[in-house]
């Protein structure tokens, strides 16, 4: 089965930025959509960004203008940069393989301070 391993999690300043990476371990080609979700404490978790293979990208309002979803195929790898982070941004991100892989990543940690 492939796993999902999320990475780039950490505690910034406001106003900093972070880069997460989703390293899959094997081959997410076939996989239509890849996703970033995060959950904050006492919060249900939500989608942040989506990538469709192929490029085209879908992102949450809270995050529009600040992060970018981005995919390598050749690489297994999903990013989400985030630039401009808010403490409101403070969850656990997790990465989510949609159809047909349907994998869920650990998730790492985010964390911004004021």
């Known amino acids: 089965q492939v796993q999902l391993v999320e990475s780039g999690g950490g505690l910034v300043q406001a106003g900093g930025s972070l880069r997460l990476s989703c390293a899959a371990s094997?081959?997410?080609?076939?996989?239509?959509?890849m996703h970033w979700y995060r959950q904050a404490p006492g919060k249900q978790r939500e989608l942040v960004a989506a990538?469709?293979?192929?490029?085209?990208?879908n992102y949450a309002d809270s995050v529009k203008g600040r992060f970018t979803i981005s995919r390598d195929d050749r690489e297994n790898t999903v990013y989400l940069q985030m630039n401009s982070l808010k403490p409101e941004d403070t969850a656990v991100y997790y990465c989510?393989?949609?159809?047909?892989?349907?994998?869920w990543g650990q998730g790492t940690q985010v964390t911004v301070s004021s």
């Open positions: 989510n393989a949609g159809w047909p892989l349907d994998r």
């Open positions: 094997g081959s997410i080609a076939s996989v239509i959509v």
């Open positions: 990538i469709i293979k192929g490029g085209a990208t």
